[in-house]
């Protein structure tokens, strides 16, 4: 596993940095107040935080931004993140109109740190019970790496209505796992290689990733963003260790093909051409071949990570898409 983890980056901040933060706060500070507002004056509507518990007891962390009125967009992160891994889109949707969720896993983030029930099915069964308490109705389903599994298994299993379109951007369908069936897939030996580190030292582990093949980080032209890989860093230990181990398994095993053949509404597939965490090829060029409505997007050199680093460009096509 260790040949595709490249961490070139120190979590202190140096002296140069501190600095130059303190003089930018400063900088601010004699903005006009126009200015410094200018990405959030024209967001409104109601903003809750809350939590729901499940039939099993499970408590579910979950945003919900906007007016209920509006069309919902709802949020499925990755592996082993938590909903803040989608504050780029979210803020984007929120000043568009929409009315924004996004849950954390159980397992993850703010969400009880269960020991049983860290398999796909459950998480599904979990975000049904979550939309079906919200009432959501003609919602986009928006889901990233092991998220695009469960946004895709949702979508095949939704009551009539609940779902008016589907995104998959750097989504674990079909399957991530190689076999007989699967031969371009990627070995066991690796997933077992995550499981084997995360036991060691889930901190080490998560800062390899993030700052190495995560974000394309280890590429020699990469501009590493410290900040970003902290992030991750920060999310990823808000979960239970039990949960990440169990969830290996859900996102690299779990086989999404009939989940894909079900889904009847339009589905835009997306993926990084340098993704170094699902390889496009065994995910991406699949899973349209078994979408009934499907429209499939690559990005040239983009990482797994792309809608963080690359938003900019990612939610304009997003809401193109949405608008359509």
């Known amino acids: ?14 002296r140069r940095e501190l600095l130059g933060g303190i003089a930018a706060l400063g900088l601010v500070a004699t903005l006009p107040a126009c200015s410094q507002a200018n990405t959030s004056h024209d967001i409104k509507g109601d903003f809750t935080m809350a939590t729901i518990t499940l039939k099993d007891g499970t408590e579910i962390f979950y945003k919900d931004w906007g007016p209920k ?14 909903a803040d891994d989608w504050d780029a889109q979210m803020l984007f949707f929120l000043s568009k109109g929409f009315r924004v969720i996004a849950h954390d896993r159980r ?21 049904i019970e979550l939309t079906d308490k919200l009432d959501l109705k003609n919602a986009v389903h928006i ?27 750097g989504a674990v369908p079909p399957i991530m796992v190689k076999s007989d069936k699967n031969p371009g897939g990627t070995p066991m030996a690796v997933f077992d290689g995550f499981r084997t580190a995360l036991a060691a030292n889930r901190a080490q582990f998560f800062m390899d990733v993030a700052s190495g093949p995560f974000y394309g980080f280890n590429r020699p032209d990469a501009k590493v963003i410290s900040a970003t890989v902290q992030n991750w860093w920060r999310q990823g230990m808000m979960g239970g260790a039990k ?6 398994k859900a996102f690299s095993e779990t086989d999404f093909t009939e989940d894909l053949k079900k889904i009847e509404v339009p589905t835009l597939v997306m993926h990084g051409e340098d993704d170094q965490v699902v390889p496009i090829a065994d995910a991406a060029l699949l899973s349209i071949k078994l979408l009934k409505k499907g429209e499939l997007k690559t990005y040239k ?6 809608l963080t680093i690359h938003a900019d460009v990612l939610n304009p096509e997003i809401l193109a898409f949405i608008k359509a």
């Not at 009125?69 to 938590?82: E, N, Y």
């Not at 969400?111 to 975000?127: E, F, H, L």
């Not at 990233?144 to 998959?168: D, I, M, Q």
């Open 1 to 14: 596993m260790t040949a595709f983890l490249e961490p070139g980056w120190t979590p202190e901040p140096t």
């Open 69 to 82: 009125d509006a069309q919902p967009i709802v949020f499925h992160h990755g592996w082993p993140l938590s």
């Open 143 to 169: 889901g990233h790496s092991t998220g695009g599994g469960e946004a895709a298994r949702y979508a095949a299993r939704a009551k009539p209505g609940r779902v008016a379109k589907v995104v998959l951007a």
């Open 301 to 306: 050199g983009y990482p797994h990570g792309m």
């Open 243 to 248: 949960a990440h181990y169990d969830c290996i």
């Open 107 to 127: 397992g993850h983030g703010r969400s009880t740190q269960t020991d049983t029930g860290n398999d796909m099915d459950t998480y599904v069964a979990d975000v």
